[in-house]
């Protein structure tokens, strides 16, 4: 019975040692990193192109603000004009004319201007937004990094913990049952099954009157007629 008390503990020591390499949290953590990876090269993606329209707009601002300065000029020397002396009726009215054409077209080119100069400080705001949210899965990464580290090193340190206690207990046991043991471990998880109330408690078979005698032998070594893992009687 000693025997398979070891073969137990050697089990539950294994399915600690595979749950710290599997480590559920560290998976998790893993999988929030990656999101936010694709998360921010979206967000790097749209702000590059804002940032391209930003530059255009302003671009076009400070082309259509010297194009607006230009027709401004022409009112400026179009009204100086009305004040000369010597110009007949015809020419003022032309002259009044191409004034008011002037401004038509410097009230059309402010209007540019406000609309590509709004247009830019949205642009502003929303990259503004963007790097803000940025900064904050860059914080995010950082901890999560760090946390990951961290529980890196103690599922190591556990590992290594573990690793020694299972050497010393299969010092303890006969080679014949380690061997035994590995062989059912190479096919199926937990080669050693808990018996509680007659029962298999990994395929859940009802065993039969003679492997539950066999089972109170301290000396024999029983084995599931249906799963065929080795029994312990709990």
């Not at 006969?174 to 043991?181: A, R, V």
Request: hydrophobic share 30%; aromatic share 4%; with cysteine.
């Amino acid at each position: 019975m000693l025997q398979l008390e070891l073969l137990w503990k050697l089990q539950e020591i294994d399915r600690e040692m595979n749950a710290s390499r599997m480590n559920t949290k560290n998976r998790e953590m893993r999988g929030r990193l990656n999101e936010i990876k694709k998360i921010c090269v979206g967000i790097n993606k749209d702000l590059n192109i804002e940032l391209e329209e930003f530059e255009l707009a302003k671009k076009k601002v400070a082309k259509l603000d010297i194009d607006l300065k230009y027709y401004e000029q022409k009112i400026k020397d179009d009204d100086l004009k009305l004040y000369k002396n010597g110009m007949n009726i015809k020419a003022i009215d032309n002259v009044q004319k191409e004034i008011e054409s002037f401004k038509q077209k410097a009230d059309s080119i402010e209007d540019e201007i406000l609309k590509n100069m709004e247009k830019c400080e949205s642009l502003k705001e929303s990259m503004e937004t963007k790097k803000k949210k940025l900064a904050v899965y860059k914080d995010e990464v950082q901890t999560l990094k760090e946390k990951y580290m961290d529980d890196s090193k103690k599922s190591k340190k556990s590992l290594n913990e573990l690793n020694r206690n299972r050497e010393s207990i299969i010092k303890e046991i006969d080679p014949d049952l380690i061997k035994q043991y590995n062989d059912i471990a190479s096919n199926k998880a937990n080669p050693v099954s808990a018996v509680i109330n007659g029962i298999c408690t990994e395929c859940g078979v009802h065993l039969n009157a003679l492997a539950l005698s066999e089972l109170k032998s301290d000396n024999k070594v029983c084995r599931c007629q249906y799963c065929n893992r080795i029994l312990y009687n709990k």
